[in-house]
């Protein structure tokens, strides 16, 4: 009895605290939202949303500003973005589903499963787990050129991949890859009978109730969908839609911010939903284990500030850690296109950002003035503080290529007849580039795929935009051979043979 009145005593007194609770988040919630209106604008990002978690809980979700600059409508928590590479962490919760099933172990030699694969190096290729898929620390270093340049299917890419050279050794090292992801969407589709877009689907996307995500860019057909941004000759443009179906398992998904909630909240709470769960306790402990250690050069530059002590990648996600607290996080990027995702697990806390302005990193900002307005406090100013870094390596990168451009030597004429240049240049690895003259000028035809038109800069090198100007200026610097005939061309770094 005296227990029961104790308890009825209390009951005011919970109710107090509980609402005292409920204010100061909402106060916290106003003050957040002010803080995103303005870093939105200081950035100039046309649009963005976000998503944000909290014990179990989305306490926030909205979207700022407009689908496409110019236009008049806006984005709210239901207009799709670009996931870009956060959707690494849902390839490696699919293989780890198959892991609980039994179907498949992390340390299987990937041989097992797609005896066709091949590297470069027959060593590596007997060796590789499945695990390597997941952990860039593979040897093979960045080799995005193989969807970037050039329109074939996943197929052709992974078999291509036995003519990339490796840059390091097996395990010793760490450079951020693509193209393990795709080879891990394949095994996946090997062992349960489904393609990767499908897997995702039912086993994840259904079982959470994100019925506004499609794991392919193509299925994003939704009216209400954002377009992307470029800053193009200093001006914001709108770009066409990119996506990378061809490697969709390491980066297709499309979601919005009320959607991705749903699956913030499953992997923060040990991958628990409202009819489950998607993995065990180990294999999600798995997922968020470190498993390779982050060289600093292959770190982000907001490190400068973070000043992390340790940096890590788990299976499908960075880590390292902020104010003695683990830090899980990943990044999102495409042409005109980016996303974050970060979690503080000790904090219960989780932020999602989508935007759609290219490399805007305003989400960094607001992953870690989230971290520290909702959990961690401090009352550091992120947004001014990044867009200082960030725009001061911006100049560098703009001083530099002044520097390079300055080097040119002036009133040089090419070694031969502009016509000498034109014809088809060939590499088993990166295709074929088709050159053609026009009056004093160059076009470069790459694939059939990318085009450019260069002038001519110095002696045998042609400089110009590409004919997406998002994709930047490049480069054409032909060599001649012994007998004063052009024998091969540099494109962008990339070397082509001339074809008899």
Known sequence: MKSR???????????????????????????????????????????????????????????????ELGKPETINEQTLFACASTTKAMTAACMGILVDEGKVSWDDAVIKYLPEFQLYDPYVTREIKIRDLFTHNTGVGNADFLWGIMNITSDEVLDKMRWVKPSYSLRSSFIYQNIFYLAAGKVIEKVSGKPWNQYVTEKIFRPLGMKRTVSLGKEATDPNKTKQHFNVEGKITVIEQSNADEIGPAGSVWSSAEDISKWMLCMLDSSKYAGGRLLTAAT?????????????????PTQQLTKPNWRTYGLGWFQHDYKGKKVNFHTGSLDGATAIHGQLPEERLGIFVFGNYDHAELRHALLYKAFDHFALGGTRDWSAELRKLYGGLKEE??????????????NTQPSLPIEAYTGKYTDPLYGELIVTAHESKLSFTLNNFEKATFDHWNYDTFRGWYDKKWYGKGNASFSLSTEGKVDRVNFDGIEFKKAE
């Open 284 to 300: 999600w402990q798995e997922m968020f284990k470190p498993q390779v250690i982050v060289p600093s050069g292959e770190f982000y």
């Open 5 to 67: 009145l104790l308890f009825l005593l209390l009951i005011p007194s919970l109710l107090f605290a509980q609402k005292k609770t409920d204010a100061t988040l909402a106060k916290k919630i106003q003050e957040f939202d002010a803080y995103v209106t303005k870093a939105q604008k200081d950035w100039e990002v046309p649009g963005l949303s976000l998503a944000l978690v909290k014990n179990g809980q989305v306490v926030f979700v909205k979207g700022y500003g407009v689908r």
């Open 397 to 410: 990168g703009k001083k530099k290529e002044q520097e390079w451009e300055a080097k040119r030597v002036a």
